[in-house]
């Protein structure tokens, strides 16, 4: 198995990209193919005494910087070391393909280099979110601000599959997001879904509220990618204030200090359930190959889970889930 990594996506890059490709490549018993500029990807490499003898290198000339349209990636642009690393993909010269660049770039790459899957209108940014049980997962995250209702019901398809293969999450519960619970709320895109998605082959619970998600009420939360977008950024908001103040609290005074240290294990244990870097990063659903968007200030610990991200969705064959899935539906509406 190969997974390609473009080697200058994030805030990090080529550093923290190469951290922690190596040891991936080294845990995970994998082929890692990092896709850049050589000479700096060496020269950093060296600089920071990382043997990278046994990962391979596709040269690229230039990075697509975040603030860039992102149709350059398939314009101005294809010779950016996002758009080589995709292309790479296309032609079977890698199994799955990780990012932290720009997301508006990623998913124009995605659909137009590496194509979506047949029969799906939009891939979709799938986002692992912590809640008060087992994991939920949100999508759209952020790569389709206005959706048509018969979006959402393939967003709760293939996110079904995913938490079901990957989680390992028996008939997952799939929530719409909602400003209520009940059945006649919210807009024309979230009425119709609503019907939608109670006749779709999925495990459908219902409206979802945002005060319900991090209680873990439902395991796939759907929505538009501008809705979807602004929940994951209050949550990752939240969490690192309630990160600063737990730590502003545990440190304010002797006493606080003294009962920190009875309370760390269960403090850690709390930090690690709020930190994105535990999970890797978004897989972008609907995708004839896996696609990976990392957080775009991903350490090396965060790059390191998200190869492993890349590897579990290419072993499970997610994607052929996925399209078994679609299919069943389109000829279900047939009959």
Do not use: W
Not at 11 to 25: S, T, Y
Not at 113 to 136: D, E, F, H, M, S
């Amino acid at each position: 198995m190969n997974i390609v990594i473009d080697a200058f996506g994030g805030d990090n890059a080529p550093l923290e990209v190469i951290k922690g490709a190596v040891d991936a490549q080294r845990d995970f018993d994998i082929d890692v193919t990092l896709v850049g500029d050589e000479n700096k990807i060496k020269a950093c490499a060296e600089e920071n005494n990382l043997d990278i003898s046994r990962l391979m290198i596709k040269h690229a000339d230039t990075v697509i910087d975040v603030c860039e349209e992102p149709t350059s990636v398939i314009k101005g642009k294809k010779d950016c070391s996002m758009a080589v690393g995709m292309q790479l993909l296309a032609d079977g010269e890698g199994d799955a393909f990780v990012s932290a660049g720009s997301t508006g770039a990623l998913v124009v790459g995605a659909t137009f280099i590496v194509k979506r899957l047949k029969g799906i209108k939009r891939p979709a940014l799938a986002t692992i979110l912590p809640t008060a049980g087992a994991p939920a997962m949100l999508l759209d995250s952020g790569a389709n601000a206005d959706c048509r209702p018969e979006m959402l019901v393939q967003f709760g398809i293939m996110g079904s599959a995913y938490m079901n293969k990957i989680l390992g999450v028996d008939s997952p519960k799939v929530g719409l997001a909602n400003i209520g619970s009940e059945e006649s709320k919210g807009r024309e895109l979230e009425l119709e879904a609503y019907k939608q998605l109670k006749a779709a082959p999925v495990n459908f619970t219902g409206n979802i509220e945002a005060r319900q998600i991090p209680m873990g009420d439902c395991d796939v939360v759907v929505t538009d990618g501008f809705s979807g977008n602004l929940l994951l950024k209050l949550y990752e908001g939240m969490a690192k204030f309630f990160s600063g103040e737990l730590k502003t609290l545990l440190t304010k005074d002797f006493k606080s200090k003294l009962a920190a240290l009875m309370v760390m294990g269960n403090v850690r244990e709390f930090k690690k359930k709020v930190d994105y870097s535990e999970y890797g990063g978004a897989p972008l659903l609907g995708t004839a190959k896996p696609v990976i968007k990392a957080h775009g200030s991903s350490n090396a610990k965060a790059f390191y889970n998200a190869i492993r991200q890349a590897k579990q969705f290419t072993e499970t064959k997610v994607i052929d889930e996925i399209a078994a899935a679609v299919e069943s539906m389109k000829n279900s509406q047939r009959q």
